[in-house]
């Protein structure tokens, strides 16, 4: 079983930065990929961006040149920086891993999921 921990979340003025962090723990996959959704209140849950164990990355384009995902294997803790936030980032933020073999956004392809983290960006 997989235990993702996210936090970082706030609230900030548009154009500022936020660090997510995802605390991964329990039976990790080796060959992966995890990623970082988003769903906004009425709105479906998107993929932002997924990193696998090769370091591959994709981002969605609604966030490419302003978001960056990485990993530190060693803390097994999964990062998203973002900066020059926008009002229409403001979201829960989710990780989610499993055993993919690339980086990946489609929701389907995940099993195990943390709890979220909120992000608020106001004008």
């Known amino acids: 079983q997989v235990q993702l921990v996210e936090s970082g979340g706030g609230s900030v003025q548009a154009g500022e930065s936020l660090r997510l962090s995802c605390a991964a723990s329990?039976?990790?996959?080796?060959?992966?990929?995890m990623a970082w959704f988003r769903q906004a209140p009425g709105k479906k849950r998107e993929g932002v961006a997924s990193i696998d164990n090769n370091g591959r990355t994709k981002y969605a384009d609604s966030v490419k040149g302003r978001f960056t995902i990485s990993q530190d294997n060693a803390k097994n803790t999964l990062y998203l920086q973002m900066n020059m936030l926008k009002p229409e980032d403001t979201a829960m933020y989710y990780c989610a891993h499993d055993n993919n073999w690339a980086p990946t956004l489609v929701e389907s392809e995940y099993n195990n999921w943390g709890q979220g983290t909120q992000v608020t960006v106001s004008s």
């Open positions: 329990g039976y990790l996959y080796s060959t992966y990929s």
